[in-house]
């Protein structure tokens, strides 16, 4: 049941990640500049974070060298500033569906980093790495399906949508969908590196809490100097709307410090590959989501692809999981014990080489 709390974890991440997408989508129709609301984000998350960051890690928390603060500036630089500023922008330009669906460009990209910086291991011969190289390219192409492939039109689950604030006949028309996939496509990435920098960052400054917190710091910092080129007007600062206020209240609190911290918790004990291959999941979320919250309809292509991306998605955590096996029997052949194993030694196995000799008048007395 311990192992099934990652899965857990990453399900809820998504969750959250999906949720953002739309509420972030709805504020920029509104005319919420990226760069405003990823310092506003951020800020939130960090008054959030600090407190619990300061009194729960007292003890678990490294001291902070100029070192260790080097390696989370640029962290934060790959992971956020240029990441989130560049997707947002991209999100203006595409719908949540489309922007979610291209983010299973992550899973790949990670999987390929991670094989050539060996943090991963392939072996491609074996069913295990066959499964998640299978696995890897199925959710690829499901999610181009999801995407690009439309077909036959079903009936919607629901006749008039459940929250009128968005509609569905959003303004495409005018809107640039190659400039908008390509800015989503580039900040995925920098996505990647991120997770990959993460995994080596959570080794030498293993605080989860106090990690995020001082990402959220840096964020911030880094994101008010972008601002300062492209929304120095006081206009693009004021927050118009309760939706708005939704967006930041909700991305501050879920998205930035609890998914943050979920993340970065799951990464240090399960690696970056792991929690990146969850990302098909936010297409399905998505796609869900606007079908009854906003009356949206499905094509066949999309639960094609929808079906395509679990299949996939199970193919390559299957073929974790078989390596966590081998990697449990290795360690065990070289006589490292877990502690939750018992080892039963069979006295037919022992071979006594020096007999001591038994008195019998000895063994009498006793």
């Not at 911030?220 to 927050?239: G, N």
């Not at 501050?252 to 291959?277: E, H, R």
């Not at 991306?309 to 073929?319: A, E």
Request: with cysteine.
């Amino acid at each position: 049941m311990e192992g099934c709390r990652y899965y857990v974890v990453m399900i809820l991440v998504q969750l959250a990640y999906g949720g953002s997408s739309v509420l972030v989508k709805l504020s920029l129709e509104e005319g919420l500049k990226p760069v405003v609301f990823v310092v506003y984000r951020h800020v939130m998350a960090m008054f959030l974070l600090a407190p619990f960051a300061y009194f729960l890690e007292k003890k678990q928390r490294p001291s902070l060298s100029f070192s260790i603060a080097a390696k989370v500036f640029v962290l934060t630089l790959f992971g956020t500033t240029i990441h989130l500023n560049v997707y947002y922008t991209g999100l203006a330009y595409t719908s949540p569906t489309v922007a979610c669906a291209l983010s299973n460009v992550v899973p790949s990209l990670t999987f390929a980093m991670a094989v050539l910086l060996r943090m991963e291991n392939l072996n491609i011969k074996s069913a295990r790495g066959q499964a998640k190289v299978v696995g890897t390219l199925l959710c690829i192409g499901g999610s181009l399906m999801f995407t690009f492939w439309k077909g036959y039109l079903f009936q919607g689950f629901v006749e008039k949508p459940l929250i009128s604030v968005y509609s569905t006949e959003l303004k495409h028309g005018n809107e640039n969908w190659i400039k908008g996939s390509g800015l989503i496509l580039t900040s995925h990435i920098v996505w990647c590196s991120w997770l990959i920098l993460q995994a080596v960052v959570c080794k030498v400054y293993p605080a989860p809490l106090s990690l995020t917190t001082l990402i959220c710091f840096f964020a911030s910092l880094q994101s008010s100097i972008v601002a300062l080129f492209f929304a120095r007007d006081q206009a693009s600062w004021r927050l118009d709307s309760n939706v708005q206020l939704l967006t930041i209240a909700y991305s501050g609190f879920v998205s930035s410090a609890l998914v943050y911290y979920l993340q970065t918790w799951c990464i240090s004990y399960k690696g970056p590959v792991f929690t990146a291959m969850f990302s098909p999941l936010q297409v399905i979320i998505v796609a869900l989501f606007s079908a009854f919250a906003f009356a949206e309809r499905l094509h066949v292509g999309s639960l094609i692809g929808a079906f395509l991306i679990i299949v996939g998605l199970y193919c390559f955590l299957w073929g974790r999981k078989k390596d966590g096996l081998v990697a449990e029997l290795t360690e065990n052949e070289k006589g490292v014990l877990n502690d939750d194993k018992v080892l039963a030694i069979s006295l037919n196995d022992i071979k006594v080489t020096n007999p001591v000799p038994i008195d019998p008048v000895t063994t009498e007395r006793a």
